[in-house]
């Protein structure tokens, strides 16, 4: 039996531990090794509340800064057991919970300032774990983004874990773009004030833009025995220099990419989507749950200075209960640069979609959170747009029910390493518009699963969204068989897990199956 650890920032394997894919992909694959007989246990940050309710397995006394610090290790509850898979998480009241999904926390002034400081612990501590034997025998270490990646520095250059130099490390990039840069020293969320005693190698660690800095990512990137991007097409764009906002490739990174592409150890394989035990959604609820997610969120108080547009979006929404649109419209996301850059860019290529959906009786519901001026972008525009429904909060009720009736999913992410929107709308017999860019030139093919737009340049491809658009309208009103073709083709698409850790089994963690 093989043993595995992963380590990572999210795992929605527990509840309220996930803001992005990472979180998909840190619960599903660990299933898969467990079913295959293997043993995986996967640990996460508990981020000041996931341990509460946990059983205590030990102290973790930790050198850091020069003096003792103490984490204590929990093995918490899943929300599904499955065979030799277990679940922690590393508490420390330095690792507490961020903004963004009570996980990451947003410092605009000073990037990854606060992030930094909780991750240098929470990674010594899980080196420390290992070294005290607290999961047996670890035989793969699986890392995820930046976050993790500081237990290959530890691994390289602190005496104290050596034993980590015998365990094969993977590293999975979900998102180059984030990077983890912070200052090697003269700062309190510094490599050299938390590691007083490493002998830092400049040359090895720093971020080519910043010299001064560490760059976390790339230490992942450099110092892995394998190196794995989300999907075949978007390890060939980080291959590429960026060019923003035109293209998006390795961010400052391609050279240690194509180092490690030579080497051999750099690996484009798919995320999959899951098939089974999918959370049910029942039909016909959309607006009863777009109405209840409202009142919910009217009662916290974090959401008083939104009453005004909740009650705006409420009243929105009740006239469809009765009057059904012909044609709906749907995007669930994190609202950022990534997603919907080309919406900030031109609000008006936008609403010449809204225009084109409500001569056809189509609404756009948007879900999502995140950057505030992507947030008062669309607020603006759901107060002048009677047919875009904008539910600015979460919901998993209200997420199911939109995947499961939308007719149209739309997805014009800049770039996009892999995405599991697209699977899970496909997954429903829906198909989506898309940019054709990384994970979703692997997933969407234009006109036989589902539509897609590019261009050479941004505003090019703007134009070839909204003509895009023109395609799936006139398809949908004018050609029934051809759009039920579509959508009987992307259904029956599969992106599984299974297929996809065969090739993590070969190919990352270097096992004959």
Not at 111 to 132: L, N, S
């Amino acid at each position: 039996m093989i043993n595995f650890l992963f380590v990572a920032a999210e795992n929605d394997a527990i509840p309220k531990c996930k803001a992005g894919g990472m979180g998909d992909v840190v619960r599903d694959v660990p299933r898969q090794i467990s079913e295959r007989g293997d043993s995986a246990h996967v640990i996460v940050p508990a981020y000041s509340r996931l341990h509460i309710d946990g059983q205590f397995i030990m102290d973790l006394h930790l050198n850091l800064r020069g003096e003792n610090y103490t984490a204590e290790l929990y093995k918490v509850e899943p929300k599904k057991e499955f065979d030799n898979l277990h679940h922690y998480v590393i508490h420390h009241p330095e690792i507490e919970a961020g903004d963004i999904a009570h996980i990451y926390h947003n410092d605009p002034e000073e990037p990854f300032y606060t992030d930094a400081i909780k991750y240098f612990i929470f990674c010594t501590a899980v080196a420390e774990a290992v070294k005290e034997n607290a999961f047996g025998t670890i035989d793969i270490i699986h890392l995820h983004d930046w976050h993790s990646s500081l237990l290959l520095f530890l691994r390289k250059y602190h005496s104290s874990y050596s034993i980590l130099k015998q365990i094969r490390f993977v590293y999975t990039i979900h998102n180059l773009a984030i990077q983890g840069i912070r200052p090697f020293e003269n700062n309190y969320s510094s490599v050299r004030n938390w590691f007083p005693d490493i002998e830092l190698d400049y040359n090895g660690l720093m971020d080519y833009r910043y010299q001064d800095c560490i760059n976390l990512m790339a230490v992942g990137v450099r110092l892995a025995d394998a190196v794995h991007t989300v999907s075949p097409s978007y390890k060939e764009d980080v291959l590429l220099p960026s060019n923003p906002p035109d293209f998006i490739g390795g961010e400052g990174l391609e050279a240690d990419l194509k180092k490690a592409d030579l080497e051999g150890r750099l690996f484009g394989i798919l995320n999959g989507a899951n098939y089974n035990n999918i959370r049910s959604a029942a039909s016909g609820k959309l607006y009863r749950n777009t109405v209840r997610a409202l009142f919910g969120w009217l009662q916290e108080e974090s959401k008083k200075y939104k009453y005004d547009f909740l009650a705006h979006t409420g009243e929105k929404i009740m006239d469809y209960v009765e009057k059904k649109p012909d044609f709906i419209v749907s995007s669930v996301a994190r609202l950022t640069e990534q997603k919907f850059y080309y919406i900030m860019r031109s609000p008006d290529a936008f609403v010449q979609i809204l225009e084109k959906l409500d001569r056809v009786n189509g609404i756009f519901m948007l879900l999502g959170t995140g950057a505030p001026e992507y947030e008062d972008l669309f607020r603006k525009l759901s107060y002048k747009h009677r047919n875009f429904i904008f539910t600015n909060g979460q919901s998993e009720d209200l997420i199911d029910s939109i995947y499961l009736e939308s007719d149209l999913y739309f997805m014009p992410s800049l770039f996009e390493p892999c995405g599991i929107s697209q699977m899970l709308a496909m997954r429903n017999g829906h198909p989506c518009l898309v940019h054709h860019t990384g994970g979703l030139k692997d997933t969407v093919e234009h006109l036989v699963t589902g539509f897609a737009f590019d261009g050479k340049t941004t505003d090019e491809k703007i134009e070839n969204m909204v003509n895009s658009f023109d395609i799936v309208l006139d398809m949908f009103k004018n050609d029934k068989p051809a759009w039920n073709k579509i959508k009987a083709n992307a259904k029956k698409q599969r992106f599984t897990w299974g297929k996809s850790v065969d090739d993590y089994y070969k190919l990352l963690y270097a096992i004959t199956i």
